[in-house]
């Protein structure tokens, strides 16, 4: 059964950087379509970074540049680099996964991390 779990959320200030964590079991990352989303309360979840295979990388454009998406073949772990932090990033933060190349769904989900941003 696959599992992945986020870690690495927390509070910080405006400006911080965090670096999210998603461990893998029973897919393997390296193989898979793989990306981070956010929520906020009242708001649907919001793709912000897609990882595909052969490394090709898609981000949401108002990140400004502000995140990058990464993985580690032999820990099975996806990362997702946060710099720059702003409020407006506050919330939680779900890793996703489809079996195969991305086609805009995902099979199997984490349970979140959530990211606070104040001053």
């Known amino acids: 059964q696959v599992h992945l779990v986020e870690s690495g959320g927390d509070s910080v200030p405006i400006g911080g950087s965090l670096r999210l964590s998603c461990a893998a079991s029973?897919?393997?990352?390296?193989?898979?379509?793989m990306a981070w989303f956010r929520q906020t309360p009242g708001k649907g979840r919001e793709e912000v970074a897609r990882l595909e295979l052969y490394e090709d990388t898609w981000y949401d454009p108002f990140l400004e540049g502000r995140f990058s998406i990464s993985r580690d073949n032999s820990k099975n772990i996806l990362y997702l680099q946060m710099n720059s932090l702003k409020p407006e990033d506050t919330a939680m933060y779900y890793c996703a996964a489809a079996a195969g190349y991305c086609r805009g769904t995902y099979d199997y989900w984490g349970q979140g991390t959530q990211v606070t941003v104040s001053s």
């Open positions: 029973d897919i393997s990352v390296r193989s898979a379509c």
